[in-house]
């Protein structure tokens, strides 16, 4: 099939790529029949939905995946609504296109108030087989960052900083063998943008009549690509985040993580067309489509900003106190490099978890895994955290690198409030501390220093137990953490109202907190998800017992 007018040959559902909008009901039970015409095995993943861990879709966690020729039958209650997606949970085979929209609609009345509403699917899409993108990730660092920078960018520094300061900061990347303008790992030097599959020059029409209320359900389907989100000339009130409904918010312009999902509403008065622009956050491309009363009709396309430059304020971790868990050890160094997370990612194979029976693991004692022990060293025996211990500070406020604040209104965490308060009020009985850290040159990713081949057994949570997760981003790259199974309510400082979220954007040198109630048995994937850190490692496996 044809993507950006050249012949592309995607993994498709139903015959199309992204895979058709699947619609179920609240309160219903879903029957999904899916069969593999492909020569390999795959899989799908209800991303973001509560269901039993046999049906998540994770080959080696919860099931054996879909072997070639056969057909698989999905069966669930659908106790949630709201804007979700699906995506193969195979190899790299998510980077093939094998993804698609999922809407549940609500059993009752929402609070949301529209007259008719739009899906808009945000994906990447390469020309390059996913394995040699893989590849050239790990032979070089920067591989796919053309926007590095210049002499006239360190003169211009030198005229704004100072050349001290200016020579302090070069030699510190130079240190770590990195660029301040290491954005993203995969850029739009080899991805074209697509919304709802259609490229930048392809456009895409959302219709409405002028004075209609438009709901935009906006899902960042990607694999490697966070996305800022705007529409000149009208404002959008944020209705909903990972499905979940929040109190209203108005907006300029909101930054979408991978996997992360938000429905907006706009209420666009004249007869007239509007361009909705998203922006890669290295500013190397943007998708777009077009809001228009008629077929055809297209609108300004805004320039694309100048990419930003990470620099100690915009990490978070001034002095690189928070990035201790940063290995750029042995950097120069590439003979021997490690390999062995290359290929197809299939978690039954992986390391020490092959044919692993969790059917015996309830009442199992945890306190001999080695995959533990940094988890527990970081906690008293109650679980909780050290008093004292001195932590990286959340950015709730903060929209994220690249955007200005003072331009717009901005879309950040600290935003989002819920209706209700969740039922679970228990104070959490424990704290769960984990790292975020990678190697940079060598592109292995890893919670805690250990990649998932590495790690001997999974974390474990007890069946009902309140606990609270603290993520720490060691690293200089934004991390979408996902929990499969279970919602994480995000601890922004709304009290009573903090929000359900499905997957938790984390910025570098950041800490984030939420609360879970671990209330559905089974083992789950948890992990980064930027596809190619997952396969390079940055993955667990969750046991609720």
């Known amino acids: ?247 209203p918010v108005p907006v300029d312009e909101f930054r979408i993580g991978v996997a992360e999902t938000y429905d907006v509403v706009v209420a666009p008065e004249d007869d007239q067309a509007y361009t909705i622009f998203a922006e890669s956050m290295d500013r190397s491309g943007y998708a777009r489509a077009t809001l228009a009363p008629r077929e055809g009709m297209q609108a300004e396309i805004p320039t694309r900003r100048q990419i930003a430059d990470r620099g100690m304020e915009a990490m978070g971790a001034h002095g690189m106190g928070g990035m201790g868990g940063m290995d750029h050890s042995g950097m120069s160094n590439m003979q021997g490099m490690d390999n062995a997370n290359m290929e197809e990612m299939d978690h039954s194979s992986m390391s020490n978890m092959g044919g692993m029976d969790h059917s015996s693991m309830e009442g199992m004692d945890h306190s001999g895994m080695g995959g533990m022990a940094s988890e527990q060293r970081k906690t008293r025996e109650n679980g909780m955290l050290a008093a004292g211990e001195v932590q990286p500070g959340s950015r709730y406020g903060q929209a994220g690198i690249g955007i200005d604040p003072n331009e717009r209104r901005v879309l950040v965490y600290r935003d989002l409030k819920s209706f209700t308060p969740w039922p679970d009020r228990r104070e959490p009985g424990r704290e769960l501390e984990l790292h975020l850290t990678g190697n940079m040159e060598r592109y292995i990713w890893s919670f805690d220093g250990k990649k998932f081949s590495e790690v001997t057994g999974p974390i474990h949570f007890e069946k009902d137990e309140r606990l609270r997760l603290i993520l720490i981003n060691d690293t200089m790259m934004e991390h979408p953490i996902h929990l499969h199974g279970m919602w994480m309510e995000l601890e922004n400082g709304q009290g009573e109202l903090i929000p359900r979220k499905h997957t938790l954007n984390v910025k570098p040198g950041e800490r984030v907190s939420a609360l879970i109630t671990a209330d559905a048995e089974g083992s789950w994937a948890f992990h980064c998800h930027l596809l190619y850190h997952m396969d390079a490692g940055m993955f667990r496996v969750v046991q609720v017992s």
């Open 1 to 247: 099939m044809p993507i950006d007018g050249q012949e592309a040959k995607p993994i498709t559902i139903n015959g199309t790529s992204p895979g058709p909008l699947i619609r179920l009901k609240e309160g219903q039970d879903a029957v999904l029949r899916v069969t593999n015409l492909l020569d390999e095995s795959t899989s799908i993943h209800w991303h973001g939905l509560i269901l039993p861990p046999e049906m998540d879709g994770v080959p080696g966690v919860s099931f054996a995946g879909i072997a070639p020729g056969e057909t698989f039958t999905y069966r669930f209650p659908v106790r949630q609504n709201g804007t979700y997606w699906y995506h193969s949970h195979s190899g790299l085979q998510e980077q093939l296109g094998h993804a698609g929209p999922l809407i549940i609609d609500a059993a009752e009345r929402e609070p949301i108030r529209y007259d008719r509403e739009h899906v808009l699917l945000l994906t990447d899409w390469t020309f390059e087989e996913p394995m040699s993108v893989f590849r050239n990730l790990k032979t070089m660092e920067g591989y796919y960052n053309f926007q590095e920078r210049t002499i006239a960018d360190f003169f211009a520094d030198v005229r704004q900083n100072g050349f001290a300061q200016t020579a302090e900061m070069r030699s510190m990347w130079a240190k770590m063998r990195m660029s301040s303008r290491d954005i993203a790992d995969v850029t739009g030097s080899t991805y074209t943008y697509l919304l709802n599959g259609h490229s930048p020059e392809e456009n895409w029409n959302a219709l409405f009549k002028p004075g209609e209320r438009v709901r935009l359900r906006v899902i960042n389907g990607s694999a490697m690509s966070y996305f800022d989100v705007r529409i000149p000339g009208l404002k959008m009130t944020v209705v909903a985040a990972d499905g979940q409904p929040v109190q």
